[in-house]
Protein backbone atom coordinates (compact mmCIF):
# COMPACT_ATOMS: atom_id res chain seq x y z
CA UNK A 1 0.00 0.00 0.00
CA UNK A 2 1.12 3.54 -1.34
CA UNK A 3 1.05 6.73 1.02
CA UNK A 4 -1.75 7.85 -1.02
CA UNK A 5 -3.52 4.65 0.18
CA UNK A 6 -3.79 3.33 -3.53
CA UNK A 7 -2.57 -0.71 -3.88
CA UNK A 8 0.46 -0.74 -5.91
CA UNK A 9 -0.88 -1.62 -9.33
CA UNK A 10 -0.71 -5.57 -9.82
CA UNK A 11 0.13 -7.30 -13.09
CA UNK A 12 -2.26 -9.17 -14.98
CA UNK A 13 -2.60 -11.59 -17.92
CA UNK A 14 -2.93 -9.04 -21.07
CA UNK A 15 -6.51 -8.52 -21.75
CA UNK A 16 -8.03 -11.35 -19.17
CA UNK A 17 -11.38 -10.55 -18.38
CA UNK A 18 -13.88 -10.47 -15.62
CA UNK A 19 -17.36 -9.47 -15.49
CA UNK A 20 -20.09 -8.26 -12.42
CA UNK A 21 -23.10 -8.02 -13.12
CA UNK A 22 -25.70 -5.83 -10.46
CA UNK A 23 -29.09 -7.74 -10.70
CA UNK A 24 -32.89 -7.45 -9.23
CA UNK A 25 -34.39 -9.47 -6.65
CA UNK A 26 -38.55 -9.23 -7.19
CA UNK A 27 -40.89 -10.44 -5.41
CA UNK A 28 -42.93 -13.55 -7.34
CA UNK A 29 -46.08 -12.18 -6.72
CA UNK A 30 -46.52 -8.77 -8.19
CA UNK A 31 -42.91 -8.29 -9.38
CA UNK A 32 -42.23 -4.94 -7.51
CA UNK A 33 -38.51 -5.24 -5.56
CA UNK A 34 -38.33 -7.13 -2.43
CA UNK A 35 -35.84 -6.86 0.47
CA UNK A 36 -34.41 -10.74 0.16
CA UNK A 37 -30.58 -10.66 -0.54
CA UNK A 38 -29.89 -11.31 2.99
CA UNK A 39 -32.02 -14.01 3.09
CA UNK A 40 -31.33 -15.58 -0.24
CA UNK A 41 -27.29 -15.06 0.51
CA UNK A 42 -27.82 -16.92 3.82
CA UNK A 43 -29.32 -19.64 2.25
CA UNK A 44 -27.00 -20.18 -0.41
CA UNK A 45 -25.30 -23.65 -0.79
CA UNK A 46 -22.42 -22.27 -3.32
CA UNK A 47 -18.83 -23.55 -3.89
CA UNK A 48 -17.81 -20.89 -5.35
CA UNK A 49 -16.32 -22.21 -8.27
CA UNK A 50 -17.93 -19.61 -10.74
CA UNK A 51 -16.86 -16.94 -8.89
CA UNK A 52 -18.97 -15.01 -6.21
CA UNK A 53 -22.17 -13.69 -5.35
CA UNK A 54 -22.64 -10.93 -2.88
CA UNK A 55 -24.25 -8.48 -1.02
CA UNK A 56 -25.11 -4.90 -2.83
CA UNK A 57 -25.89 -1.58 -1.12
CA UNK A 58 -29.78 -2.04 -0.60
CA UNK A 59 -31.30 -5.50 0.20
CA UNK A 60 -33.58 -5.84 -3.05
CA UNK A 61 -30.05 -6.32 -4.98
CA UNK A 62 -27.07 -9.01 -5.41
CA UNK A 63 -23.91 -8.80 -7.36
CA UNK A 64 -22.57 -11.60 -9.11
CA UNK A 65 -18.82 -11.48 -10.32
CA UNK A 66 -17.11 -13.92 -12.66
CA UNK A 67 -13.64 -15.26 -12.05
CA UNK A 68 -10.59 -13.84 -13.98
CA UNK A 69 -10.59 -15.07 -17.37
CA UNK A 70 -8.63 -15.23 -20.19
CA UNK A 71 -11.24 -15.40 -22.69
CA UNK A 72 -14.70 -14.80 -23.28
CA UNK A 73 -15.99 -18.62 -23.71
CA UNK A 74 -14.38 -18.59 -20.29
CA UNK A 75 -16.93 -15.92 -18.94
CA UNK A 76 -19.64 -17.65 -20.84
CA UNK A 77 -19.69 -20.38 -18.58
CA UNK A 78 -18.69 -18.53 -15.03
CA UNK A 79 -22.26 -16.51 -15.82
CA UNK A 80 -23.83 -19.68 -17.07
CA UNK A 81 -22.82 -21.52 -14.20
CA UNK A 82 -24.12 -18.36 -11.70
CA UNK A 83 -27.07 -17.95 -13.73
CA UNK A 84 -27.94 -21.60 -12.64
CA UNK A 85 -27.04 -21.25 -9.14
CA UNK A 86 -28.91 -18.30 -8.51
CA UNK A 87 -32.29 -20.26 -10.41
CA UNK A 88 -32.09 -23.18 -8.28
CA UNK A 89 -31.52 -20.71 -4.87
CA UNK A 90 -34.18 -18.26 -6.26
CA UNK A 91 -37.00 -20.24 -6.44
CA UNK A 92 -36.27 -22.15 -3.15
CA UNK A 93 -36.92 -18.45 -1.62
CA UNK A 94 -39.95 -17.56 -4.11
CA UNK A 95 -37.87 -14.66 -5.27
CA UNK A 96 -37.33 -13.68 -8.87
CA UNK A 97 -34.11 -12.59 -10.11
CA UNK A 98 -34.39 -9.78 -13.41
CA UNK A 99 -31.65 -8.02 -15.45
CA UNK A 100 -32.77 -4.62 -16.77
CA UNK A 101 -30.81 -1.44 -15.43
CA UNK A 102 -33.72 0.17 -13.64
CA UNK A 103 -36.73 -1.56 -12.36
CA UNK A 104 -39.72 -0.17 -14.23
CA UNK A 105 -41.80 0.51 -10.84
CA UNK A 106 -40.51 0.47 -7.55
CA UNK A 107 -40.34 2.97 -4.58
CA UNK A 108 -36.54 4.09 -3.61
CA UNK A 109 -37.96 5.47 0.16
CA UNK A 110 -39.02 1.90 0.66
CA UNK A 111 -35.41 0.28 0.23
CA UNK A 112 -33.49 -0.92 3.03
CA UNK A 113 -29.68 -0.68 3.05
CA UNK A 114 -27.87 -3.69 3.69
CA UNK A 115 -26.30 -4.69 6.44
CA UNK A 116 -22.73 -3.60 6.56
CA UNK A 117 -19.97 -0.55 7.72
CA UNK A 118 -19.60 0.30 3.93
CA UNK A 119 -22.88 0.08 3.20
CA UNK A 120 -23.67 2.72 6.26
CA UNK A 121 -21.09 4.63 5.86
CA UNK A 122 -22.58 5.31 1.73
CA UNK A 123 -25.86 6.35 3.48
CA UNK A 124 -24.40 8.47 6.03
CA UNK A 125 -22.09 10.45 3.67
CA UNK A 126 -24.81 10.50 0.39
CA UNK A 127 -28.37 10.10 2.16
CA UNK A 128 -31.17 9.73 0.00
CA UNK A 129 -28.71 8.87 -3.30
CA UNK A 130 -27.66 5.84 -1.54
CA UNK A 131 -31.18 4.04 -1.51
CA UNK A 132 -31.84 6.03 -4.96
CA UNK A 133 -28.42 3.91 -6.17
CA UNK A 134 -30.60 1.14 -6.53
CA UNK A 135 -30.24 0.84 -10.34
CA UNK A 136 -28.14 -2.08 -12.47
CA UNK A 137 -25.04 -2.52 -14.09
CA UNK A 138 -22.46 -4.85 -15.75
CA UNK A 139 -18.75 -3.85 -14.94
CA UNK A 140 -15.96 -5.20 -17.24
CA UNK A 141 -12.69 -5.37 -16.28
CA UNK A 142 -9.96 -5.36 -18.96
CA UNK A 143 -6.46 -6.37 -17.64
CA UNK A 144 -3.11 -5.00 -18.10
CA UNK A 145 0.30 -5.54 -18.04
CA UNK A 146 1.56 -2.33 -16.30
CA UNK A 147 -0.28 0.74 -14.45
CA UNK A 148 0.77 3.35 -17.20
CA UNK A 149 -0.67 0.89 -19.69
CA UNK A 150 -4.32 1.34 -17.75
CA UNK A 151 -4.03 4.86 -17.62
CA UNK A 152 -3.42 4.95 -21.18
CA UNK A 153 -6.11 2.47 -22.16
CA UNK A 154 -8.68 4.00 -19.45
CA UNK A 155 -8.51 7.15 -21.05
CA UNK A 156 -9.08 5.83 -24.64
CA UNK A 157 -11.66 3.12 -23.43
CA UNK A 158 -13.56 6.57 -22.49
CA UNK A 159 -13.96 7.88 -26.08
CA UNK A 160 -15.82 4.79 -26.47
CA UNK A 161 -17.90 5.57 -23.72
CA UNK A 162 -21.06 6.05 -25.75
CA UNK A 163 -21.07 3.13 -27.81
CA UNK A 164 -21.24 0.79 -24.25
CA UNK A 165 -24.04 2.73 -23.51
CA UNK A 166 -26.05 2.24 -26.02
CA UNK A 167 -24.96 -0.91 -26.31
CA UNK A 168 -26.12 -1.92 -23.17
CA UNK A 169 -29.24 0.40 -22.82
CA UNK A 170 -31.82 -1.39 -20.61
CA UNK A 171 -33.17 1.72 -18.30
CA UNK A 172 -36.49 2.99 -20.29
CA UNK A 173 -38.63 3.31 -17.27
CA UNK A 174 -38.26 5.30 -14.05
CA UNK A 175 -41.38 5.12 -11.02
CA UNK A 176 -43.81 4.34 -13.61
CA UNK A 177 -43.32 6.27 -16.11
CA UNK A 178 -41.40 5.84 -19.59
CA UNK A 179 -38.27 8.42 -18.99
CA UNK A 180 -37.86 8.60 -22.87
CA UNK A 181 -34.46 7.73 -22.74
CA UNK A 182 -32.88 4.31 -23.32
CA UNK A 183 -30.79 4.80 -20.45
CA UNK A 184 -32.08 6.38 -17.01
CA UNK A 185 -29.97 4.37 -14.78
CA UNK A 186 -26.71 6.55 -15.64
CA UNK A 187 -28.98 9.54 -14.03
CA UNK A 188 -28.53 8.30 -10.76
CA UNK A 189 -24.95 7.23 -11.37
CA UNK A 190 -24.55 11.12 -12.00
CA UNK A 191 -25.72 12.69 -9.03
CA UNK A 192 -22.32 11.48 -7.53
CA UNK A 193 -20.06 14.51 -6.84
CA UNK A 194 -16.62 12.09 -8.16
CA UNK A 195 -19.06 10.45 -11.49
CA UNK A 196 -17.97 11.04 -14.77
CA UNK A 197 -14.98 10.89 -16.60
CA UNK A 198 -11.28 9.97 -16.07
CA UNK A 199 -9.27 13.80 -16.33
CA UNK A 200 -6.47 13.79 -18.59
CA UNK A 201 -3.72 12.54 -17.06
CA UNK A 202 0.06 11.05 -18.27
CA UNK A 203 0.96 7.91 -16.82
CA UNK A 204 0.40 5.99 -13.38
CA UNK A 205 2.43 8.91 -11.11
CA UNK A 206 0.17 11.49 -12.34
CA UNK A 207 -2.24 9.71 -11.30
CA UNK A 208 -1.18 8.82 -8.14
CA UNK A 209 -0.50 12.70 -7.55
CA UNK A 210 -4.02 13.42 -8.76
CA UNK A 211 -5.40 11.03 -6.42
CA UNK A 212 -3.22 12.62 -3.74
CA UNK A 213 -4.83 15.89 -4.30
CA UNK A 214 -8.38 14.44 -3.75
CA UNK A 215 -7.23 12.99 -0.97
CA UNK A 216 -5.72 16.29 0.16
CA UNK A 217 -8.74 18.36 -0.65
CA UNK A 218 -11.17 15.52 1.72
CA UNK A 219 -13.04 14.49 -1.09
CA UNK A 220 -12.22 10.97 -2.22
CA UNK A 221 -10.53 8.24 0.10
CA UNK A 222 -10.25 4.81 -1.78
CA UNK A 223 -10.75 4.24 -5.16
CA UNK A 224 -13.99 3.01 -4.43
CA UNK A 225 -14.91 6.83 -3.86
CA UNK A 226 -14.08 7.46 -7.90
CA UNK A 227 -17.19 6.65 -10.01
CA UNK A 228 -15.64 7.25 -13.11
CA UNK A 229 -17.54 5.65 -16.47
CA UNK A 230 -13.50 3.91 -16.65
CA UNK A 231 -11.45 3.90 -13.80
CA UNK A 232 -8.06 1.93 -13.57
CA UNK A 233 -8.27 -0.87 -10.09
CA UNK A 234 -4.64 -1.57 -9.10
CA UNK A 235 -5.36 -4.47 -6.89
CA UNK A 236 -7.20 -6.07 -9.22
CA UNK A 237 -4.45 -5.14 -12.29
CA UNK A 238 -7.53 -3.80 -14.75
CA UNK A 239 -9.74 -1.29 -16.26
CA UNK A 240 -13.25 -1.26 -15.23
CA UNK A 241 -15.58 0.17 -17.93
CA UNK A 242 -19.34 1.19 -15.74
CA UNK A 243 -21.37 2.62 -17.58
CA UNK A 244 -23.32 -0.25 -18.74
CA UNK A 245 -26.55 -1.02 -17.83
CA UNK A 246 -27.09 -4.47 -16.44
CA UNK A 247 -28.45 -6.88 -20.09
CA UNK A 248 -31.41 -8.29 -20.03
CA UNK A 249 -29.88 -11.69 -21.10
CA UNK A 250 -26.16 -13.44 -20.18
CA UNK A 251 -26.01 -14.00 -23.31
CA UNK A 252 -25.98 -10.32 -24.24
CA UNK A 253 -23.77 -9.37 -20.93
CA UNK A 254 -21.09 -11.45 -22.91
CA UNK A 255 -21.21 -10.13 -25.90
CA UNK A 256 -20.41 -6.55 -24.39
CA UNK A 257 -17.57 -8.06 -22.81
CA UNK A 258 -16.47 -9.49 -26.08
CA UNK A 259 -16.77 -5.98 -27.57
CA UNK A 260 -14.31 -4.16 -24.30
CA UNK A 261 -11.96 -7.35 -24.66
CA UNK A 262 -11.62 -6.78 -28.78
CA UNK A 263 -11.85 -2.85 -28.44
CA UNK A 264 -8.77 -3.03 -26.04
CA UNK A 265 -6.90 -5.15 -28.12
CA UNK A 266 -7.40 -3.05 -31.05
CA UNK A 267 -6.57 0.61 -29.06
CA UNK A 268 -3.39 -1.03 -27.95
CA UNK A 269 -2.41 -2.38 -31.11
CA UNK A 270 -3.23 0.70 -32.90
CA UNK A 271 -2.87 3.63 -30.05
CA UNK A 272 -5.04 6.42 -31.87
CA UNK A 273 -4.03 9.76 -30.59
CA UNK A 274 -6.35 10.70 -27.74
CA UNK A 275 -6.74 14.08 -27.62
CA UNK A 276 -7.83 14.16 -23.90
CA UNK A 277 -8.34 17.83 -23.28
CA UNK A 278 -10.80 18.21 -26.25
CA UNK A 279 -12.64 14.92 -25.38
CA UNK A 280 -12.65 16.19 -21.76
CA UNK A 281 -14.91 19.33 -23.56
CA UNK A 282 -17.25 16.70 -24.97
CA UNK A 283 -17.37 13.74 -23.07
CA UNK A 284 -20.60 15.31 -20.85
CA UNK A 285 -22.73 16.05 -23.95
CA UNK A 286 -21.71 12.63 -25.43
CA UNK A 287 -23.03 10.63 -22.84
CA UNK A 288 -26.13 12.28 -22.64
CA UNK A 289 -26.66 11.91 -26.31
CA UNK A 290 -26.25 7.82 -25.76
CA UNK A 291 -28.47 7.87 -22.83
CA UNK A 292 -31.40 9.85 -24.06
CA UNK A 293 -30.70 8.82 -27.81
CA UNK A 294 -29.04 5.18 -27.37
CA UNK A 295 -28.27 3.96 -31.07
CA UNK A 296 -30.00 7.07 -32.69
CA UNK A 297 -27.59 9.36 -30.86
CA UNK A 298 -25.77 12.38 -32.73
CA UNK A 299 -21.93 12.12 -30.87
CA UNK A 300 -19.85 15.34 -30.77
CA UNK A 301 -16.06 14.75 -32.50
CA UNK A 302 -13.78 17.37 -30.83
CA UNK A 303 -10.93 17.05 -33.44
CA UNK A 304 -13.70 17.24 -36.69
CA UNK A 305 -15.49 19.84 -35.05
CA UNK A 306 -18.77 18.08 -36.02
CA UNK A 307 -21.21 15.42 -35.17
CA UNK A 308 -21.40 11.88 -36.53
CA UNK A 309 -24.48 9.71 -36.08
CA UNK A 310 -23.52 6.95 -33.32
CA UNK A 311 -24.74 3.53 -35.31
CA UNK A 312 -22.34 4.93 -38.19
CA UNK A 313 -19.63 5.06 -36.45
CA UNK A 314 -20.06 1.84 -34.72
CA UNK A 315 -20.82 -0.33 -37.32
CA UNK A 316 -17.25 1.14 -38.55
CA UNK A 317 -15.48 0.11 -35.37
CA UNK A 318 -17.55 -3.06 -35.25
CA UNK A 319 -15.68 -3.76 -38.10
CA UNK A 320 -12.28 -2.37 -37.53
CA UNK A 321 -11.81 -4.57 -34.08
CA UNK A 322 -13.02 -7.67 -36.01
CA UNK A 323 -9.59 -9.02 -36.90
CA UNK A 324 -8.88 -8.70 -33.04
CA UNK A 325 -12.05 -10.47 -32.36
CA UNK A 326 -10.97 -13.47 -34.51
CA UNK A 327 -7.50 -13.47 -32.83
CA UNK A 328 -8.83 -13.60 -29.47
CA UNK A 329 -11.39 -16.31 -30.64
CA UNK A 330 -14.89 -14.31 -29.31
CA UNK A 331 -15.76 -12.99 -33.13
CA UNK A 332 -19.00 -14.88 -32.52
CA UNK A 333 -20.14 -13.35 -29.42
CA UNK A 334 -19.90 -9.71 -31.48
CA UNK A 335 -22.47 -10.73 -33.91
CA UNK A 336 -25.38 -9.98 -31.40
CA UNK A 337 -24.26 -6.67 -30.79
CA UNK A 338 -23.92 -6.32 -34.89
CA UNK A 339 -27.24 -7.45 -35.12
CA UNK A 340 -28.28 -5.33 -32.75
CA UNK A 341 -27.10 -2.25 -34.64
CA UNK A 342 -28.91 -3.34 -37.93
CA UNK A 343 -32.21 -4.16 -36.41
CA UNK A 344 -32.28 -1.27 -34.23
CA UNK A 345 -33.59 -3.64 -31.19
CA UNK A 346 -31.64 -3.92 -27.99
CA UNK A 347 -33.38 -4.21 -24.54
CA UNK A 348 -34.70 -0.90 -24.01
CA UNK A 349 -36.83 -1.98 -27.46
CA UNK A 350 -37.87 -4.79 -25.68
CA UNK A 351 -39.12 -3.73 -22.45
CA UNK A 352 -41.13 -1.24 -24.37
CA UNK A 353 -42.92 -4.13 -26.60
CA UNK A 354 -43.87 -5.93 -23.74
CA UNK A 355 -44.77 -2.95 -22.04
CA UNK A 356 -46.86 -2.18 -25.32
CA UNK A 357 -48.19 -5.26 -25.41
CA UNK A 358 -49.34 -6.07 -21.47
CA UNK A 359 -50.22 -2.62 -20.90
CA UNK A 360 -48.74 -2.88 -17.29
CA UNK A 361 -44.95 -3.23 -15.85
CA UNK A 362 -45.75 -6.68 -13.65
CA UNK A 363 -45.75 -8.28 -16.23
CA UNK A 364 -42.82 -6.60 -18.17
CA UNK A 365 -40.73 -7.24 -15.26
CA UNK A 366 -42.46 -11.25 -15.14
CA UNK A 367 -41.07 -11.81 -18.49
CA UNK A 368 -37.68 -10.39 -18.10
CA UNK A 369 -37.28 -12.04 -14.94
CA UNK A 370 -38.03 -14.97 -17.29
CA UNK A 371 -36.01 -13.93 -20.03
CA UNK A 372 -32.45 -13.69 -17.62
CA UNK A 373 -32.96 -16.88 -15.76
CA UNK A 374 -34.08 -19.50 -19.63
Known sequence: MSASG????????????????????????DFD????????????????????IKLEITESMIEISTQ??????????????????LRQHGERNNIGICGGGTHPFHHWPERRICPGERFNGLYQRYGYLAKQ???????????????????WLTQAL???????????????????????????RLNAVSAFPLSGQCPPLDDWPDFCRHFEFLQACGIAQGIKDLYWDVRPKPEFGTVEIRVCDTPLAIEQAVSLAAFAQSLARWLLRTRPPLH?????????????????????????????????????????????????ARELGCLHWLNPLKNMLAEGAGDAAWLRGRF???GNLNDVVREASERLMR
Open 356 to 358: RQH
Open 68 to 85: AQLTVDGIAGDLAGLRDT
Open 276 to 324: TERQAHVARYNKFQACRYGLEAEISDPVGLCRQPLRQSLASLLEAISGD
Open 158 to 184: GVHVPAFIALSAASPFVDGVDSLYQSA
Open 33 to 52: LTRGATDLLGSLDYDGRFGE
Open 133 to 151: FTVFGQHIHVGCTSADEAI
Open 6 to 29: LENFKESAPLSLGVELELQLVSRR
